[in-house]
């Protein structure tokens, strides 16, 4: 097989895996805190075609890939009523901190195998280009959904500790936030694409020093 096609589909199985693996723990952290509607929607399941978003968890990512770019992107939410869920606001916090602390700690697993396993040192090999991605990805995905801007996780955990006054902006701003999320990348690429390298950069070089590097 080509490399560059052994790759793309390489990338394309961490994207899928990541995403699924994002929403599968927003899922069953909602499940866990009494709320049952992602469970009844079918949601709490290893079949990509229940999480995928062919713009977020395809397109977009696998086009950033192919321009050299920093990966980032999501899936298609889990429903959540948070009015089921233990502590309402703030367990709607801890549903929306699963999924990008599950992205992270993904990335993290894979640095330590890389790292004690010496995949790390032998730069240019398959192996290598596999836990790379996998951490980059990962990383992508965690800081790109810990955007505060509705849906995005980041929208969640602000809402918890926020004054009533943001509170109110955000309720109102959310049919609107997707839109606002589309823009931000296709006007502002350049820019956020800087943010996000910036982000990645800075916790791989954090995951390099835990290790004593």
């Known amino acids: 097989m080509n490399t560059n096609i052994a790759q793309i589909i390489t990338v394309f199985i961490i994207i899928l895996a990541s995403v699924i693996l994002h929403e599968l723990s927003h899922g069953f952290v909602a499940y866990w805190l009494g709320d049952h509607t992602a469970k009844d929607a079918g949601r709490l399941t290893f079949n990509p075609l229940k999480h995928i978003d062919p713009y977020m968890s395809i397109l977009v990512p696998v086009v950033l890939y192919l321009l050299n770019a920093p990966v980032f992107g999501g899936a298609k939410p889990v429903p959540v009523n948070y009015h089921n869920l233990k502590w309402h606001e703030w367990g709607m916090a801890l549903v929306a901190a699963a999924g990008p602390l599950t992205n992270f700690l993904i990335a993290l697993i894979a640095f330590l195998i890389g790292y004690f396993s010496g995949i790390l040192f032998d730069i240019g090999s398959f192996g290598y280009f596999i836990v790379t991605e996998i951490v980059f990805i990962n990383l992508g995905f965690m800081i790109f959904n810990l955007i505060p801007v509705p849906p995005l996780d980041g929208s969640r955990i602000l809402y918890a500790i926020a004054p009533d006054s943001v509170r109110v902006f955000l309720n109102k701003f959310e049919p609107y936030g997707i839109i606002v999320v589309y823009a931000l990348i296709l006007i502002f ?17 954090f995951f390099w020093y835990l290790v004593g590097y």
Not at 189 to 205: D, P, R
């Open 189 to 205: 690429g350049q820019v956020f694409q800087s943010f996000m390298g910036n982000g990645i950069n800075g916790i791989w070089h």
